[in-house]
């Protein structure tokens, strides 16, 4: 995705929350992340950019509009959980896991090898956040129009879609729901479909200065 926005000239800064990915070690929480983006934001104007537009995917998605900045002209999201699911973490995570959650209020949760990190470690304080969100209160912080994308191919997508609808009344005029028939939520396969969507918003509502 950085490098389909960079070749239709945008600039463009992609980086991992502490805890995932390149980045330092960390307990994932909601709090947490929100002050990564506002870091990234910052260090964003710090090198001149003004007209910024946020993208991010599936909890990423969540972080940018909980800060939805004011330096922002638009938010484009992907899998993004806007709203409250009743998630079953027996479903996600292991007996031992479910063990060490219910001890440490943490889990720990192994990465596959190909990845930077072996293993990424969540708060149970971001699975309740997950649980719970409350999107009434998170739509109301975002000032401009935003576009959400969802697939329908997995449980997890289907929910996030009718979340998405549901919502969006709630979101500023020009926001837009788009489907992507079949994608899962990890997009693999349908990851063209994704970035055309993307770019033909951003550049509707981002358009690249000469």
Same mark, same amino acid.
């Given at each position: 995705m950085a490098a389909a926005f960079a070749a239709a000239g945008y600039a463009t800064l992609a980086f991992d929350f502490a805890g995932c990915g390149e980045s330092d070690d960390d307990?994932? +929480?909601l709090e947490h992340q929100v002050e990564d983006l506002q870091a990234a934001i910052a260090h964003a104007r710090? %090198?001149?950019? $003004?007209?910024?537009?946020?993208?991010?995917?599936?909890?990423?998605?969540?972080?940018?509009?909980?800060?939805?900045?004011?330096e922002a002209v638009t938010i484009a999201t992907a899998g993004a959980?806007?709203?409250p699911v009743d998630y079953d973490w027996r479903d996600y995570y292991s007996a031992e896991q479910m063990d060490e959650l219910a001890r440490?209020?943490?889990? +720990?949760?192994?990465?596959?090898?190909?990845?930077?990190?072996?293993t990424v470690v969540?708060?149970?304080? %971001?699975?309740? $956040?997950?649980?719970g969100c409350d999107q009434a209160a998170l739509f109301s912080r975002v000032p401009y129009p935003v576009l959400l994308i969802d697939g329908d191919g997995d449980w997890e997508e289907r929910q996030?879609?009718?979340?998405?609808?549901?919502?969006?009344?709630?979101?500023?005029?020009?926001?837009?729901?788009?489907?992507?028939?079949?994608?899962?939520?990890?997009?693999?396969?349908?990851?063209d479909q994704v970035i055309a969507l993307l770019l033909a918003w951003f550049a509707e509502r981002l358009p690249v200065r000469p």
């Open positions: 307990v994932l +929480t710090s %090198l001149g950019h $003004e007209r910024l537009g946020l993208h991010g995917h599936s909890l990423g998605g969540r972080v940018c509009l909980q800060v939805s900045p004011p959980p806007t709203g440490t209020g943490r889990v +720990t949760m192994p990465q596959d090898k190909e990845r930077a990190r072996a969540s708060s149970v304080e %971001l699975l309740e $956040e997950l649980r996030y879609l009718a979340l998405a609808r549901r919502g969006l009344p709630l979101l500023p005029a020009g926001s837009r729901v788009e489907t992507v028939p079949g994608a899962p939520h990890n997009l693999v396969g349908y990851l």
